[in-house]
């Protein structure tokens, strides 16, 4: 999630002054603090936060982390930027994009073309910096606050200068961690396609013709080739940071430090640039939701062997290449992928929420299951084409990742029986696609309760669940900002 950028007077101040550029940035924390000791201000990230009532998610970060991303433009940063964001605020770690490009086109209309970006421009330059301390600010605020866990800084942060600043400004002065993240790409083909389906969409390029664009662009790059110094192990070695090579062909860690860094490391080594279908569906009607039983692992009803078959008939016709089918181990998950001519997997964490003992005592809860579902979505970024056949609770869980839904509304997602969900990761979000096969099924969705409903997530409109229809309908959803586009300001 993107944060609006917050130019108030209310900004954490630092002594003392520390010089970038040409400009100055003057910071002081809101809290007390003895301006030679920084450590007072770990003293007070490091307090022990209260062990969780039930129901809310423990927070496992004592102190602020900022993720800052470094790299030419066009190489994915803000794609890793989104998707990490994302994954984290999932598994509980309130994160928060904060965009130097969003705040520069906030700030000025002035861009006509690439010399905006050259490095002989001072006015541009002077207004890029910042633009960047700006975001710099309203980071620092924002985890100071208390009201968040990870800032995420996206830019190029293509100079040693740029990249110390930073640090005497969130490590030496704050006490927060820090970590960067490069992201280097030789491969002109990943290039030329990250420009060409990402770039043209940018503001800075409306109604201008795509070859021109294109061309426009390409130079922007070369501008900031003429100053971009990668992360060195040697000139920069006190720094925690990846780098991650042509999308994980191959990953340089150096010096990272705890925890979370660990998690935000396995995770960007897992995700992968390619164009690919994710298929969700729920087991076929059972047994036990004809009788009204809740929980067990009983087979298929004569409705739920239909729809087994009308979902092989429906894979076979859309002749997806390299796909693979996964299933939970319980009777019903197998049982509706039988009739598909394709390699299956057993997944024992796909296996459904426990019902009988859920919200009692040691019952599994919403957070376990996002706990031990994190392996399916750290193998899900790595593969291609993928139909899980899994349980609603299961499937509302990775519906949450993938279309960024919180956590207190993740058990009142709505998954359409005997329907096919497609999800088609795009650049900054994810397409999806309800795909109804027309068997009628027991709906065993239970809605928020009346004083939450207005919080409901946004269920598929009516007609979804159409079984009188003779033919296969589908209705379109999107997530995430189509406009976000990843940025190329300094």
Known sequence: MEVDPVHENNFIEMEPPLSYGSLDIDLKPSFALDSNSVGNVKSFLTKN?????????????????????????????????????????????????????????????????????????????????????????????????????????DATNTTVERRRWIFNIV?????????????????????????????????????????????????????????????????????????????????????????????IIYYLMNIRVMRRDIYLTSAGESQNDVLGKVGGNSSLSERGLDYAKALADYMKSQDIPRLRVWTSWMNRTVETAQFIERQKERWKCLDELDLVSYRFTRGESYEDLVARLEPVIMELERQENVLIIAHQAVLRCLLGYYLDVSSEKLPYIKVPPHTVLKLVPIAYGCEVEYIPLNVPAVDTYQERPSKYKSQTVEEPPAGVLDKESSSVESNHFQNGDTNANEETDK
Request: net charge positive.
């Open 171 to 263: 490590v030496r002065k704050l006490g927060f961690k820090l970590f960067y993240v490069e992201s280097i790409c030789n491969d002109q083909k990943i290039i030329e396609s990250n420009i060409r389906e990402v770039k043209l969409s940018s503001p800075d390029y409306v109604g201008v013709n795509p070859d021109e664009a294109i061309k426009d662009f390409i130079q922007r790059i070369e501008h900031y080739k003429d100053i971009y110094h990668p992360l060195d192990e040697e000139k920069e070695e006190h720094l925690s940071f990846m780098k991650i090579i042509n999308t994980g062909e191959k990953v340089v860690v150096h010096k990272h430090e705890g925890h979370v860094q660990a998690r």
């Open 49 to 153: 936060k209260p062990f969780p009532i039930r129901g809310e998610r423990a927070n496992f970060i004592n102190i602020p982390h900022v993720v800052v991303m470094v790299g030419l433009p066009a190489r994915g940063k803000t794609y890793m930027a989104k998707k990490l964001t994302r994954y984290l605020n999932w598994i509980g770690v309130k994160t928060r994009v904060f965009n130097v490009g969003e705040y520069r086109r906030r700030s000025t209309s002035l861009y006509t073309n690439h010399n905006f970006f050259r490095p002989d421009n001072a006015e541009a330059m002077c207004l890029r910096e910042l633009c960047a301390m700006n975001a710099l600010k309203d980071v620092c605020n924002w985890l100071n606050s208390g009201e968040g866990d990870v800032a995420v800084f």
